[in-house]
T-cell receptor
């Protein structure tokens, strides 16, 4: 597998701390996405970005922040304001528009708040 | 707002039996529908999309606008089909997807 990388694979954080999850892609995709995956709830969109220096809130953006300074990178910060941050986080990317803009997913980061 | 519903969290069938994973959606426009699959210890990946009207790994899915459904079907399930399956919807304009809750399919020998 290549294309999209996420690091670290496992992350532990103490309550009250901010933590940043990394997502990098070398697919030359314009659009990037962050999802949260919880059992029984599917994938829920946190933030997405369709172009560099621009991003939009998804369905559950509260307590999260992102930046998109480079096309290849879309880091996600989980802040202390996120009430239930323990989850599996998936990053994805796609070409911006068009019929066949399949989303390609990274391997995920499992965040545990202690 | 758009919504995708997968009523079965768990589905178990025997090898060789037919399988149908249900997906219903609500969206006021003309949606694009997809099925994504996540095999154990692998990344989430696209299985098929309605617009292509293709069969992938023996799976097919037909968009029924009257019933607002996009059920995934396979006539003879195989053990390697065991995985988590997600139905997803994309708005006519835009790139973001709305996913269903997922169905964990287990194919027993």
């Amino acid at each position: 597998d290549g294309g999209i990388t996420q690091s670290p694979k496992y992350l532990f954080r103490k309550e009250g701390q901010n933590v940043t999850l990394s997502c990098e892609q070398n697919l030359n995709h314009d659009a990037m996405y962050w999802y949260r995956q919880d059992p029984g709830q599917g994938l829920r969109l946190i933030y997405y970005s369709q172009i560099v220096n621009d991003f939009q809130k998804g369905d559950i953006a509260e307590g999260y922040s992102v930046s998109r300074e480079k096309k290849e990178s879309f880091p996600l910060t989980v802040t202390s304001a996120q009430k239930n941050p323990t989850a599996f986080y998936l990053c994805a990317s796609s070409i911006r528009t068009g019929t066949y803009n399949e989303q390609f997913f990274g391997p995920g980061t499992r965040l545990t708040v202690l | 707002a758009q919504r995708v519903t997968q009523p079965e969290k768990l589905l178990s069938v025997f090898k060789g039996a037919p399988v149908e994973l249900k997906c219903n959606y609500s969206y006021s426009g003309s949606p694009e529908l997809f099925w994504y699959v996540q095999y154990s210890r692998q990344r989430l990946q696209l299985l098929l999309r309605h617009i292509s009207r293709e069969s992938i790994k023996g799976f097919t899915a037909d968009l029924n606008k009257g019933e607002t459904s996009f059920h995934l079907k396979k006539p003879f399930a195989q053990e390697e089909d065991s995985a988590m399956y997600y139905c997803a919807l994309r708005e006519t304009s835009g790139s973001r997807l709305t996913f269903g809750e997922g169905t964990q399919l287990t194919v027993n020998p």
